[in-house]
């Protein structure tokens, strides 16, 4: 049982104390009424029936030899100026005296309730200034709760600001890690042209040659490339790519982004095969959702075999979309499949010069037009892309 609840019992128990004393002080006084009563009819009767002892019995009375006390409203005694102190002080007085020291009792409880109901919220107080002191100073640690009640909840609460807080730090300190090591792959990327483009110059001037210019147009090109890359990627993370979504055909989407590719795929001598399974529409941006499928071909294409084929499936059902994009190469390194949709990152069985924007690219379209994009491996072999455009 937590402390609130003991503090409860007591209470509890000092209610039930109280009620005891007013039970027992009522049944004090209904016992003194009852007593003088008789005592009064009695005494009526024997004067009635004897006269001549009225002295008599009422000297008696005062002496004080019978004490005990019940009014009523013809009562003899009354006559003479008695009252149920007068005839039961010692019945009376105790009873007075019980129900003050009731009174007093249940008072003193009260108050130790209270004063151990105090301590133990400045016990609780201290507790968690104690614990927000720690944080400020960075050490942390759990908020352990041990019982229940209004400061539990203020504990609750008080742990999921602080757990949140501590997120949000992680969160901060995790994107400008990944902002340095994205800086850094950017830094590289763009090096590397630059220096083969420089050393191309320099050859130039010793020897002219067609060779370098289109070495360096070549590099020229893959820094343009570079740059509408890192400015989709920005455009995206920023929200602000502006799709325009509307009803479109699968089929017709998939066979604009391999038209393409044409030229790409007659020097590496690779087919695209897309099944027409009937008219099956999704609600996306045409445009940048066939870019997101040019940036699957391709990687698919880095990996099928000169005289291969790429294959696509899709299907629809009342929840999402389904279509699958693989190839017939050797599928991903176990190792790369938790890292393919990170920015700069190459796979192990990579073969061209990429940069390693094109998966980024294309999760990032996927995932703005409510769908999921994920790569795995196919169990008779090759790689496979799988995208989910969800209806709602």
């Known amino acids: 049982m937590g402390r609130d609840k003991k503090g409860w019992a007591v209470i509890l128990l000092a209610s039930s104390l109280f009620s ?22 009695i005494c009526g009767e024997i004067i009635e029936a004897r006269p001549d002892v009225e002295k008599t019995l009422l000297s008696v ?35 007075r005296i019980f129900i ?13 309730i209270l004063r151990a109901g105090r301590r133990r919220e400045g016990e609780r107080i201290q507790a968690l200034t104690a614990y927000l002191e720690r944080v400020n100073r ?30 949000a730090r992680d969160a901060a300190l995790a994107a400008r890690n990944n902002f340095a090591d ?10 590397t042209p630059i220096t083969a483009a420089s050393l191309s110059v320099q050859l130039m001037r010793k020897e002219p040659s067609d ?22 990627l920005a455009r995206m993370e920023a ?25 790409l795929l007659a020097e590496e001598d690779i087919t695209i095969d897309i099944p027409e399974a009937g008219g099956m529409e999704i609600y996306v941006d045409p445009e940048w959702t066939m870019e997101a499928f040019m940036n699957l071909f391709k990687n698919c294409m880095e990996h099928t075999p000169s005289g291969g084929c790429i294959h696509c499936s899709y299907a629809q059902n009342p929840i999402y979309t389904q279509i699958r994009i693989w190839d017939e190469g050797e599928g991903f390194d ?16 990579s073969k061209n010069g990429g940069i390693g924007i094109g998966l980024p690219l294309a999760r990032g379209i996927i995932e703005g037009q409510n769908g999921s994009l994920r790569a795995l491996n196919l169990p008779e072999g090759g790689a496979c892309y799988e995208i989910r455009l969800y209806s709602h």
């Not at 003050?100 to 130790?112: D, I, Q």
């Not at 060779?211 to 989709?232: F, K, M, N």
């Open 20 to 41: 005891a004393v007013l039970a027992a002080a009522f049944l004090s006084d209904y016992y003194n009424r009852a007593c003088f009563q008789a005592i009064g009819s």
């Open 61 to 95: 009375l005062k002496e004080g030899e019978y004490r005990s006390a019940v009014p009523s409203e013809q009562n003899i005694l009354r006559a003479y100026g008695y009252g149920e102190t007068d005839i039961l002080p010692t019945v009376a007085v105790p009873g």
């Open 100 to 112: 003050l020291v009731g009174f007093l009792g249940s008072g003193g409880l009260f108050l130790c």
């Open 138 to 167: 960075g050490e942390g640690g759990q908020l352990f709760q041990v019982d229940e009640g209004e400061f539990s909840k203020l504990q609750d609460e008080l742990y999921k600001t602080v757990t949140a807080l501590y997120q």
């Open 182 to 191: 994205n800086l850094s792959n950017i830094a590289h990327q763009i090096k």
């Open 211 to 232: 060779t370098h210019l289109d070495h360096i147009s070549g590099q020229l090109a893959r820094l343009t490339h570079l740059e509408e890359a890192l400015l989709l």
């Open 239 to 263: 929200g602000t790519l502006g799709l325009k979504r509307k009803e479109a055909d699968v089929f017709t989407v998939l066979m604009l982004a391999a038209d393409n590719l044409q030229e």
């Open 334 to 349: 176990e190792e790369d499949l938790p890292h393919l949709f990170e920015r700069f990152y190459r796979g192990r069985r």
